[in-house]
């Protein structure tokens, strides 16, 4: 499976970016696409995960009411809508894809599959 990152890039605070991941390659019946990001000299931390079904999504804490995310099944994609950014949003973005169900989509090592990585800077 090859994950395919793009999007990013540099917004005002306040601002907005849409993220967007392609997979391509395997497939699997059932699967989890997630979004992580690090930061400089911080761990990997979760944004948001979304079930192939598409019925559920989680969120972190921090970006919740801000970020969407969201799938296009027909297309292998899955997207991040970032809305009212801020400078703790800076990170690098990852997509992420989990065969399967995990009871712990929040955690990195649930995945087994990671895009490159896209940069999104927010500056203040």
């Known amino acids: 499976v090859q994950l395919q990152a793009s999007g990013g890039g540099l917004v005002q605070a306040g601002g907005s970016l849409r993220l967007s991941c392609a997979a391509s390659?395997?497939?699997?019946?059932?699967?989890?696409m997630g979004w992580f990001r690090q930061a400089p000299g911080k761990e990997r931390e979760f944004v948001a995960a979304?079930?192939?079904?598409?019925?559920?999504?989680y969120y972190a804490d921090s970006v919740k009411g801000r970020f969407t995310i969201s799938r296009d099944n027909a297309k292998n994609g899955v997207y991040l809508q970032m809305n009212s950014l801020k400078p703790e949003d800076t990170a690098v973005y990852y997509c992420?894809?989990?065969?399967?169900?995990?009871?712990?989509?929040?955690?990195?090592?649930?995945?087994?599959?990671w895009g490159q990585g896209t940069q999104v800077t927010v500056s203040s």
């Open positions: 979304i079930p192939w079904s598409g019925g559920s999504t």
């Open positions: 390659g395997r497939t699997f019946s059932s699967y989890v």
């Open positions: 992420a894809l989990r065969p399967g169900w995990s009871p712990n989509l929040t955690a990195p090592r649930e995945y087994d599959y």
